[in-house]
């Protein structure tokens, strides 16, 4: 696959922000301040460098935990169901992951068609360029595409900050020249993340966006436990969670979102519920 130098920040650092900076996370900043004390604590009693040792590791624990919360807001701000807002009264969000995939995704596209949904693509940037004209073509059907990082690493969660801008820069880079337009959004891979994301995130003017329910749909064979899992309690302002990419396949050979969706379409709308992308919940009509 095509990889993309990292691109320079001069020319987005002077576009209006659509996020506001809201600083350092109180977890961030409350690591920082226990790391203070723990050092002025040494320094003032070396012989009990055991129990410091202990306070730091203690303190990397609890913030490692939370990075495997997905849906958690500890550690800064994070989109787990739509705003409180009358706009989404009435409102879901359908988001798809990990594409765009060269035999499942014009499917799905195709099916949201022949509903009449939007819905909100996270894309790996690395596929993207390897199927361009999937991803305009997720534009042009009036979807929404958003950040799911260059090339979907599994040691994302334990990436520093420079190698996390580096990563998360190139995916906004290649899909604004694939879409047209700088994604707003961006989810962590498998939604796994460490207390440096949120600092980068903000440079980056994105906000964090995970889930309200998921089907587990990459490893998941059976397509009602899939819409179950999607329809258990399902109300509005929630946001749903499926995969055209890595999707797993039914017993029959069918990929899970193609066999689950058509379904989920029709319990949200007998819930009088109406599908809108992550873009159109944030805006005020």
């Given at each position: 696959?095509?990889q993309l130098?990292?691109?320079?920040?001069?020319?987005?650092?002077?576009?209006?922000?659509?996020?506001?900076?809201?600083?350092?996370?109180?977890?961030?900043?409350?690591?920082?301040?226990?790391?203070?004390?723990v050092l002025?604590?040494?320094?003032?009693r070396?012989?009990?460098?055991?129990?410091?040792?202990a306070?730091?590791?203690a303190n990397?624990?609890?913030?490692?935990?939370a990075?495997?919360l997905?849906?958690?807001?500890l550690?800064?701000p994070?989109?787990?169901?739509?705003?409180?807002?009358?706009?989404n009264?009435?409102a879901?969000?359908?988001?798809i992951d990990?594409?765009?995939?060269?035999l499942?995704t014009?499917?799905?596209?195709d099916?949201?068609d022949a509903?009449?949904?939007?819905?909100t693509?996270?894309?790996?940037?690395?596929?993207?360029?390897?199927?361009?004209?999937?991803?305009?073509d997720?534009?042009?059907?009036?979807?929404?595409l958003?950040?799911?990082?260059?090339?979907?690493?599994?040691?994302?969660?334990?990436t520093?900050?420079?190698a996390?801008t580096?990563?998360?820069?190139?995916?906004?880079?290649t899909?604004?020249?694939l879409?047209?337009?700088r994604p707003?959004?961006f989810?962590?891979p498998?939604g796994?993340?460490?207390?440096?994301?949120?600092p980068?995130?903000?440079k980056?003017?994105?906000r964090?966006?995970?889930?309200?329910?998921r089907?587990?749909d990459?490893?998941?064979?059976d397509?009602?436990?899939?819409?179950?899992?999607l329809?258990d309690?399902?109300?509005?302002?929630?946001?749903l969670?499926l995969?055209?990419?890595?999707?797993?396949?039914?017993?029959?050979?069918?990929?899970?979102?193609?066999?689950?969706?058509p379904r989920v379409?029709?319990?949200?709308?007998?819930?009088?519920?109406?599908?809108?992308?992550?873009?159109?919940a944030?805006?005020e009509?």
């Amino acid at each position: 696959m095509k990889q993309l130098s990292t691109p320079t920040h001069g020319a987005a650092a002077n576009r209006p922000r659509r996020w506001p900076r809201t600083g350092y996370p109180a977890m961030l900043s409350a690591t920082i301040a226990w790391h203070v004390v723990v050092l002025a604590g040494w320094l003032a009693r070396p012989s009990a460098w055991p129990w410091w040792l202990a306070a730091i590791f203690a303190n990397h624990a609890v913030f490692t935990v939370a990075g495997l919360l997905p849906r958690t807001s500890l550690l800064g701000p994070n989109w787990t169901r739509l705003p409180d807002a009358p706009h989404n009264a009435d409102a879901i969000a359908l988001t798809i992951d990990d594409g765009p995939d060269p035999l499942v995704t014009p499917q799905v596209l195709d099916l949201l068609d022949a509903f009449g949904v939007r819905a909100t693509f996270f894309c790996i940037g690395a596929k993207a360029q390897q199927y361009p004209e999937l991803a305009r073509d997720i534009v042009r059907r009036g979807h929404a595409l958003e950040n799911h990082s260059q090339v979907h690493v599994h040691t994302f969660s334990v990436t520093f900050p420079g190698a996390l801008t580096r990563e998360i820069a190139a995916a906004q880079h290649t899909f604004e020249q694939l879409g047209g337009e700088r994604p707003m959004f961006f989810r962590a891979p498998a939604g796994l993340r460490n207390i440096f994301l949120e600092p980068v995130l903000q440079k980056l003017d994105l906000r964090l966006a995970s889930w309200t329910r998921r089907g587990y749909d990459t490893r998941e064979r059976d397509p009602h436990a899939v819409v179950r899992r999607l329809l258990d309690g399902l109300a509005a302002r929630d946001i749903l969670l499926l995969h055209d990419g890595n999707a797993a396949l039914t017993a029959e050979g069918k990929p899970l979102i193609l066999a689950a969706l058509p379904r989920v379409i029709d319990a949200a709308r007998q819930h009088k519920l109406r599908f809108v992308t992550l873009r159109e919940a944030r805006a005020e009509p």
